[in-house]
Every structure is written in C-alpha cells, then in structure tokens.
C-alpha cells in the first residue's frame, strides 16, 4: 500500500511510514485544502485517498521479495548477552546460535534510529525481554527483544539483549542509499568467524 | 562579495536548521528542522532569503558570534537579550551590521529557541535534500554536529547593498518588524487532538489531564518534553505494537507520566498515544522552557486545519510586507 501511495503521491503528501500493522501518512493540509478546494477537511480528503487505494494497492506486485543475506558473527567478544541467554533458558551457547541462525527474518518496520530495522518473528525458545535499563551498544550488535530481532546501525544506547554483530554497515550517511534494509525484505543471516568479521569490516572502509 | 561569520565562543546547542527532511521516515530517518518553524520562516522572510533557506537555532546560554563582512541579519523567536558590539538589538527586525561586528546574548528574557537568518542563506552541503542537522545520525547541517568555537560558517552571495546605513553606526536597525501577537498569544494554551489511546484512559484520568497545567521538566531537549502533571492512567492494557509518531504527538510513558515529541523525535513509538499537538500550536509550545507550564485543551481537526490556513495566510502577507519594505529600503540608499 506504501508503494501504490508513493506511486501516487497527491499534492501535500510529505511522508510515509510503515509500522507493523499500520502505515502512517505525513501530509501538508494547506497545501491539500489550496489544491482540491474542498468542503471537507484535509484529513476526511487523505483517508478517502488511502480506503479508495487500499483494494488497488493489493494488485500491486512487492518488489521487497528478494533474501537479503547477512554475515554476523557470534564470537564471545562481540556477545556480551548471548551467556545469560544460554544460561536462563537451559541452551548451550552454540543451540542459541543456531536457533537465531534457522529462520529468515522478515523486517516488519524501520524506526528508532537511522536504519534500524525491526525484524521477526524470532524462535520462542530463544525470545528474551528488553533489558530494564539501556546500555551503550556499537554499531552492527545483533539484539533479540521477545519476539523482534534487530541490528543497531549506529552506536547508540539500546536495551535489546545483544547476540553478535555484523560487520557490513546499515547505515552510511555518505552513500547513496544511506540505509541498505527496508521494511518487507526478508533477511537471512549467516555466521562468518571473527577473522571474515575483520576482513569484511576493513574491505568496507575503501 | 562572499560572506562568513565565526564562531567566538560555542553555546550549549547552536544547530543549522532549515524546513527538514521529508520523505525518509521510513528508512528511520527524522524529519529534524527547528523547534519553531514559523520563527524559522519570518527569519528568512525578514532578510529577503527563500523562505526555507538554512538559518541557526540557537538556545540560552548562545554563542558569541563574528561576522566577517558586512552583513544583513535578523534575530526572530526566543528574546535572549542579544546585543552587537555592546548596543542591545530588537528581535523580529531586519539589521545591518558592520563587518568585524560581535552578537551574544546576555539572559534568557522570553521564549526558549532563537533564529539567527543572515541575508544569502548559510551555505551547507544538503544531505538527503536538507540542510537541517541531524545530530544522532551525525549527518546534515553543519557536519552533523552543533557549532563549536571557530567554526567559520559562509553565507551566500548577497545583492542588497547597505553601506550608506553603516556612515555612522556599526549596528542599524531597520525601521520596521513584524508583529507576532497571534501566532505566540496564550503562550500556556497549547490545543491538542485527541489520539487513538484518548479513549483507553479511565474517565477520572481524561478529567484530570484536561483540569490540570502541566510542567515542562528540565530533562526536556528537542527530542522531547518530559512532562509533570497529574497521574493519567490507561485502564486497559496498553502495550501497543510500535507505529508512525510525529512531533507533537503526546505519549503515556509506563511511569504515568506523559512525553511530548519534539523537532527530534523517533520516527516510530510504541507508547499510547494520547493525542497529537496542532501543528499551529507548536511553535507556540517550542518556545515553552523547563518549569514553564500550560493547559492541554481539545479541539477537532477541522479547527487545527483552520488555524494552520489561517497562520499560513498571515505568513503570506509578512513575506509580501517584508518583500515591499525592502524594495523601498534599497530606493532609499
């Protein structure tokens, strides 16, 4: 539906956002209420655009279809969380690796910081809550929060318990695309050693 | 003539903002801009820039500034009591300054964010189609951060020319400004529309929140002011799965205390949403310091839709105000 609504852009739209289970929209109501001279409000004009599209929007083909592969790596240094995962539910580190790594994440909504994207559903055995007070995170951890799994693609304080880290940057403000996920792509991860971990990392920096 | 002016002395938060970022929420990516656009926009008006050309948002203490050339400035929203070289200056008015002229600001008289517009727009390099600084992604604006001592920002290239002015003062103040009475009156009035979790606070909260002031706490910033008020209290549960916030939406925090989203904020949320601040009214809010407080009232969408129509027409009428008095200015010289 973002996509038929981007495709479509009426005067005044400014944003759109996808959440979960919602798609917000950002729009100018001087702009709208100059261009269609209406006799209702901005809004009643807006939310008719979006019930009228939505049935349109489903014939839509999603081009976010593709797997996205990610290397991330597990090592003790780069998982602070990943011990007391284990321990709290009976796993040995290398079964919570590996339940993480089974399943291909869908990223349902990007939000929080530049590039992060909120990514599920993560295997019950494994779901853990958000921690009760934010810690200092580096960019490219991989957090687990219940059911949501996510990377943080900048340093930044965060609660998520965090598993491992990915040494391919998400966010670059310099480049073209200065965010690589976006929501409806489908990601895979997969595990590399902390010596690829290095190897990507610096590959990057040119 | 290029001009540029320095940085003496860095404030405790002095960002290039211009109108914001559109169109990258969904990558996570904020809109950003001032606190108080429509201060912003009459910056810009005031000097005869393009209505959203890049300007400063200062706060108290603010900087101390140089300007390098001669140079046609205006300071609009927040009265810091500035002054240049010593000589107190009006805010909300076209000046003419000399070259090697020096701007800071004394006290905190009125208001929380003040815009300083120089005449040729700042020159920054536009990051995703904005010049507004984005200080958590380190991009935008002034390389991604707030100014600091020695900065040395440039402005482009000017076509008014005022040296006759300068004859005998450093400072000259031109003879008009605009009058701001009805975009800040009521300044402890803020209108508000209910949001989808209105209805989930009990009957007792939604009393209390719309009886009671609430109080601007210290912790505030431009990501968000923490409010103190009365206990509200959502009666069902109201874990919520996160979607879309914007600035102005109201939020219940789990410690019953309510946030309200700010130029900063995240692009998404999953706290209740209580309601949403007009955009009318939020450079009315912006301008709201810590221990300031206001009264939330209710009013429906077509009202916020009239009084944003209404304060943009009265912004068009300042630019075409602004534009002719300039013209005649130049005749003048």
């Known amino acids: 539906m973002q996509a038929w609504i981007e495709k479509h852009a009426f005067e005044g739209l400014k944003d759109t956002i996808v959440g979960y289970s919602s798609l917000s929209i950002l729009y100018d109501p001087v702009t709208i209420l100059r261009k269609q001279k209406l006799k209702s409000t901005a809004y009643e004009f807006v939310k008719s655009i979006l019930e009228s599209s939505f049935s349109a929007s489903l014939e839509l083909k999603s081009d976010n279809g593709s797997e996205i592969h990610l290397p991330v790596c597990y090592d003790e240094m780069f998982a602070p969380d990943l011990a007391s995962i284990a321990a709290s539910k009976n796993f040995d580190r290398e079964d919570v690796i590996n339940i993480h790594l089974s399943r291909v994440y869908r990223v349902y909504m990007m939000g929080f910081l530049p590039g992060f994207a909120y990514m599920g559903d993560v295997d019950e055995r494994i779901q853990l809550p958000r921690k009760d007070k934010p810690e200092n995170v580096t960019a490219g951890s991989v957090g687990i929060a219940n059911a949501q799994t996510g990377i943080y693609p900048l340093d930044s304080p965060g609660g998520w318990q965090i598993i491992g880290r990915t040494p391919v940057k998400l966010f670059n403000p310099q480049a073209i695309q200065p965010v690589k996920l976006k929501s409806g792509q489908f990601i895979r991860f997969h595990r590399i050693s902390t010596a690829e971990f290095e190897e990507i990392s610096i590959s990057q920096m040119f | ?333």
């Not at chain 2, 002095?14 to 990516?29: A, C, F, M, P």
């Not at chain 2, 050339?69 to 010593?86: E, M, P, R, V, Y």
């Not at chain 2, 020159?123 to 991009?139: D, M, Y």
């Not at chain 2, 604006?141 to 920002?153: F, P, Q, S």
């Open chain 2, 1 to 333: 003539m290029i001009m540029s002016i320095s940085i003496l002395k860095s404030g405790v938060l002095d960002t290039v903002q211009d109108k914001g970022r559109y169109g990258y929420g969904n990558l996570g990516i904020n809109i950003g801009g001032p606190m108080d656009v429509y201060a912003m926009k009459v910056a810009n008006m005031l000097v005869s820039n393009p209505i959203d050309s890049a300007i400063i948002e200062i706060h108290f203490p603010g900087p101390q500034i140089l300007f390098e050339q001669n140079a046609l400035i205006t300071l609009t929203g927040a009265d810091f009591s500035a002054t240049i070289n010593g000589e107190p200056v009006d805010s909300w008015k076209p000046i003419v300054v000399k070259r090697k002229s020096v701007l800071l600001f004394s006290h905190r008289k009125a208001g929380a964010r003040c815009y300083l517009a120089v005449h040729g727009g700042l020159c920054v390099p536009k990051w995703l189609n904005s010049s507004s600084t984005n200080l958590k992604a380190k991009a935008g604006g002034w390389n991604g951060r707030k100014l600091e001592k020695g900065d040395e920002l440039q402005f482009g290239e000017t076509h008014l020319y005022f040296p006759a002015l300068l004859k005998e003062k450093s400072v000259h103040e031109l003879p008009w400004s605009v009058d701001t009475k009805s975009i800040y009156q009521y300044p402890n009035e803020i209108a508000f529309i209910p949001g989808h979790e209105w209805a989930s606070l009990s009957e007792e909260s939604q009393e209390r929140f719309l009886q009671n002031n609430f109080t601007i706490h210290p912790s505030s910033d431009r990501m968000g002011y923490h409010l103190r008020g009365p206990e509200i209290i959502a009666c069902e549960n109201t874990q919520l799965v996160s979607s879309a916030v914007s600035f102005g939406t109201i939020q219940l925090l789990p410690n019953n205390q309510l946030i309200i989203l700010m130029a900063d904020h995240q692009t998404t949320g999953g706290y209740p949403r209580i309601g949403h601040v007009i955009t009318a009214h939020l450079p009315k809010l912006a301008q709201l310091a810590a221990s300031d407080s206001f009264h939330l009232r209710p009013v429906d969408v077509a009202t916020a839709e009239h009084a944003l129509v209404s304060q943009e027409m009265e912004l068009q009428i300042i630019n075409h105000g602004c534009d002719e008095r300039m013209k005649n200015a130049i005749c003048l010289v």
